[in-house]
């Protein structure tokens, strides 16, 4: 005989898993007014873009010289550094399921109409406007302080640095943070993309990097975002293979996460 729950029968399913902008508000407000989210994704990237960017402002990054209208280096690093602040909000907001779950936030949230796939959405879009004000803080840093570029470029490589930057280290964010326990998942986090900044080339150009670390750069997922969102600067043509690093890594960090996800769910 089956015996009927009358809460789960009383209850209707809304639309889109019942996703409100209301959540969405909270979910912004508590991780801007996180001090340590906001040191890693907006201080440290336009620290770093001053100490090491600024200084080669007047240094060209190809044949022509800065004062003829030639691209500085300066203009290189800065959408570097704007990329890593994209992966840090990125990350650290997803991240951030694992301390939930252990909180037991997560499990209050199964008993509201907010379904599951709801709350990732709304993780999703929260790290999507602080990445964004991430890559526009830095960008605004290195318009004032002399990176002139034409607008398109502006546009193309802000473009694709947020975006993919930001969906992809969400979604490795969120694998970490329903594979680690919660009182190592931010440190795993900030560790991971500090390494894969380092292989990928943000900090160190990969042409300048010897040939064995070289190979394994090209592998890396920093990699084809960097290559793309930089592509304006060097005039170099489309590289059709970074932007298949860039959608494999992503495939491969979302169907991590659903997996994990699937998991977590079936032991609450």
Do not use: C, H
């Not at 990445?131 to 002399?146: D, M, P, Q």
Request: no cysteine.
């Amino acid at each position: 005989m089956t015996v009927l729950n009358p809460i789960a029968e009383s209850r209707t399913v809304r639309p889109f898993g019942a996703f409100n902008l209301t959540y969405l508000w909270i979910e912004l407000k508590r991780k801007l007014r996180n001090r340590r989210t906001l040191v890693l994704t907006l201080v440290f990237p336009v620290v770093l873009y001053l100490l090491v960017g600024y200084p080669q402002r007047n240094v060209a990054l190809g044949d022509t010289p800065v004062a003829q209208g030639g691209v500085s280096v300066a203009a290189y690093i800065m959408i570097s550094m704007a990329l890593y602040g994209a992966m840090m909000s990125a990350t650290t907001a997803g991240g951030s399921v694992a301390i939930e779950r252990t909180q037991g936030w997560s499990r209050q949230l199964r008993l509201t109409p907010v379904s599951a796939v709801a709350n990732v959405a709304t993780k999703i879009i929260a790290g999507l406007v602080v990445g964004l004000i991430a890559v526009v803080a830095t960008f605004a840093v290195g318009a004032l302080t002399g990176v002139r570029l034409p607008l398109d470029d502006w546009l193309l490589s802000g473009l694709a640095v947020w975006l993919l930057g930001t969906l992809v280290f969400t979604a490795l964010g969120l694998m970490i943070g329903y594979l680690v326990p919660s009182e190592n998942a931010m440190q795993f986090v900030s560790l991971a993309i500090v390494l894969l900044s380092f292989l990928g080339g943000l900090f160190i150009p990969v042409t300048q990097m010897p040939d064995v670390m070289r190979d394994i750069a090209v592998w890396t997922p920093v990699y084809g975002i960097g290559e793309l969102g930089r592509a304006p600067l060097t005039g170099d043509a489309f590289n059709v293979l970074a932007l298949l690093n860039a959608l494999a890594w992503l495939v491969i960090f979302a169907v991590g996460t659903a997996l994990l996800f699937r998991r977590d769910t079936k032991r609450g």
